[in-house]
T-cell receptor, first 115, second 114 residues
Framework: AQSVTQLGSHVSVSEGALVLLRCNYS??????LFWYVQYPNQGLQLLLK??????LVKGINGFEAEFKKSETSFHLTKPSAHMSDAAEYFC?????????????FGKGTLLTVNP | NAGVTQTPKFQVLKTGQSMTLQCAQD?????MYWYRQDPGMGLRLIYY???????DKGEVPNGYNVSRLNKREFSLRLESAAPSQTSVYFC?????????????FGPGTRLTVL
């Protein structure tokens, strides 16, 4: 079975500060990894994804994430937070085998940006 | 392209009432999904349809039924609503490529059961 753990259900940063949202996964085979963002009262939209190749992936709005196989991690970062980054962020993993048709989501991290 | 659309956006039901949530996608995706989102629980899969004509249970199927009407449409039915079904419901679609399953989400339906 695969699972996704997001450390910290709520992260608060100041505007201009570094954003770091943590995601660890358990998987016996290399997975596909995703970060989704959910703005208030909206659906989820894809922020970035890891498939194969380069382990540092860049997404929209200045976010990036690094796939570290040895640490089974896919942490999301942004060098300088903006007020508009306030949202909930979800890490998700899909892989082959019996769970082909499912994404497994973490429980989400709510990011607050303080002026 | 509208992507994934859901109707209604909001609904209030009384316990025991029934309703159907509608979902449509215009991306010609083969797979569609229904999730519910509750505070602190993340997203939980209710049902999914890997392809037109097939449906399967997810993590939390009790109290729900689904219909894959055609390739575009996937509906979720609550036969006898209960307060525990108060939630935000999201529909999603994807074009499965092996294990790669990037899903596209609708805007959600906010359901309250009194």
């Amino acid at each position: 079975a695969q699972s996704v753990t997001q450390l910290g259900s709520h992260v608060s940063v100041s505007e201009g500060a570094l954003v770091l949202l943590r995601c660890n996964y358990s998987s016996s085979v290399p997975p596909y990894l995703f970060w989704y963002v959910q703005y208030p009262n909206q659906g989820l939209q894809l922020l970035l994804k890891y498939t194969t190749g380069a382990t540092l992936v860049k997404g929209i709005n200045g976010f990036e994430a690094e796939f570290k196989k040895s640490e089974t991690s896919f942490h999301l970062t942004k060098p300088s937070a903006h007020m508009s980054d306030a949202a909930e962020y979800f890490c998700a993993v899909s892989k082959g085998g019996g769970s082909n048709y499912k994404l497994t989501f973490g429980k989400g991290t709510l990011l607050t940006v303080n002026p | 392209n509208a992507g994934v659309t859901q109707t209604p956006k909001f609904q209030v039901l009384k316990t025991g009432q029934s309703m159907t949530l509608q979902c449509a996608q215009d991306m010609n995706h083969n797979s569609m999904y229904w999730y519910r989102q509750d505070p602190g629980m993340g997203l939980r899969l209710i049902y999914y349809s890997a392809s037109e004509g097939t449906t399967d249970k997810g993590e939390v199927p009790n109290g729900y039924n689904v219909s894959r009407l055609n390739k575009r449409e996937f509906s979720l039915r609550l036969e006898s609503a209960a307060p525990s079904q108060t939630s935000v419901y999201f529909c999603a679609s994807s074009e499965l490529q092996g294990a790669y399953n990037e899903q596209f989400f609708g805007p959600g339906t906010r359901l309250t059961v009194l």
